[in-house]
Every structure is written in C-alpha cells, then in structure tokens.
C-alpha cells in the first residue's frame, strides 16, 4: 500500500497559505474571463498573484524531467479540452467553457485547486455540467474522515455522479491525488469507483480531490503538445478541485477562503492559527 505524506500542524498552516494564494489567483483568473480575452493573458494574472504574495508555481516547468517541461503557471482548457491546457494566443467567444487548473508553493509546501466558468452566457446544459462537477468534488471532500480510506472519496464522487438524472463521463485515466511536500503525491484518488483496497485516511494528510466530468464519454486524447488532453468524442468537459486536509477536529479546505466551512458544515474542522 502506497505511503501517504502526513503532515504536522505547522506544515498543514504552511498549505493553508499557499492554499489561499491558489483561491486568490482563481478568483483573479476567473473574474478575468471575457470574450476577447486570451488564455495566456489569464495566465499572466495568475503570475502577477503569485508574484505578489511571495509564492511560486507548482505547475511553471512542472514535468521537464521526464519530458516536456508546461510552459505556463495555470493549466487552461477550453471547451473540449478537459485538463492541462496550455496558455496562449487562444482568443476566448461567447458561451466558451474556460477550466483554470492553479497551483502555488509557500516555504516548500504546495496547493493546487481547479474551477470552471463560462464565457458570457452559459449554455443550460453547459451549466449543469459546471454544478455537477462542482457538487461531485464536494461529495468527496465529505467522504474524507479520520480512519477512513482514500476509496470512499471514490465512492462518493462516483455515486454523486452515477445518482444525477443526466449521464456524464467521468475522466479515468486522470484522478486526484495526495499533496503536500510536493504537488503529485501518494495516493491516487479516482473519481470512479471499484471495490479494492485503499488505504487508510488521518489525521494530517491532504488529499488534491478533482471530478473532472464531460457531458460525452470518459474516452480522452493527448495532443501533440505532450500536455492538452482532449475528449475522444469531442465532447466539453468541467473539472473542480481543491486541496483537502484532515485534521483532528474534521475536513479542512485549504484552498476555499472560508476553509470550507459553508459547504461542510458539522464536519469542518479547521486548525487554530
């Protein structure tokens, strides 16, 4: 069974700060999204916050070891592209589903969250989508407990999205994943579920938890650029993220401003500063 990282509450304190660096560029990021407007000036956006709060990118270079290293602070998909999206001279229209996927590093320790929003006026089903996906990753973040295993987070997710009156495809071969210390930790965390061990969640671990849905099927290409991934059937897609940790008194959401605390309710349980 694969180890996962468990931090102290000092280090958990540390992702919490560049968790809140993470909701402060999306925010940003997406409050800058308009018809006409380009991806990469997004990306620049995200630059300027982490430049701003003394933070560094999790994801600027990311990957260069073993290929290509991603050129830019903030993955963004458009429309058919489900995840890692490179920023560029993509000019953005109207009704455009726009996914930021944004991580930050403060002192060594890292946050990484994902939104989706559209373009001026949402198509419905486009809409529904967004929700589904939001609500799947919060249906995670719920399952997480102290003694628990990383496989009801699955479960979770997967029979939130199996329950939904609308069929969606839920992305396979990319699942969230443990984080701390560094961006890509154990364990992997799918988001569709099958019985197998898993292993066991407490205190002091975090979890990247993200549903990444398509409004077609699951099936997935990578294009030539060697990051974005495309739906097979050419289908839109939306993904939602946050970095989630536990700690003695319950779920914390180092990456929402208000920790999670809105959505959580009985179960939130932030640490004292």
Known sequence: MNHIE???????????????VVAEGLEAMCDAVAVGVTTGEIDRIGRSVLERRGATSSFLGYGGEWGTPFPAVACISVNEELVHGIPGDRVLHDGDLVSI??????????????????VGEADPADAALIEATRAAMWAG???????????????????????L???????????GHGIGSEMHMS?????????????RLRAGMALAIEPMLT???????????????????????????????LTGDGVWVLTEPDGGATELGDLFGPLAD
């Open 187 to 199: 364990p992997d965390v799918p988001n569709w579920y099958r019985p197998r061990p898993t292993p």
């Open 101 to 118: 996927d944004f991580g930050a590093i403060i002192e060594g320790w890292h946050g990484d969250a994902a939104r989706t929003v559209v």
């Open 6 to 20: 468990v931090k102290s509450a000092a280090e958990l304190k540390l992702m919490r700060r560049a968790g809140l």
């Open 141 to 163: 973040a719920r399952a997480m407990r102290d003694g628990g295993r990383v496989g009801d987070v699955s479960k979770a997710i997967d029979g939130y999205v199996k329950r």
């Open 165 to 175: 009156p609308v069929s969606y495809g839920t992305l396979r071969e990319y699942t």
């Open 215 to 245: 409004r077609g099927t699951h099936h997935t290409l990578e294009l030539d650029d060697d990051w974005t991934v495309v739906s097979r059937d050419g289908s839109r897609g939306a993904h939602w993220e946050n970095t989630v940790a």
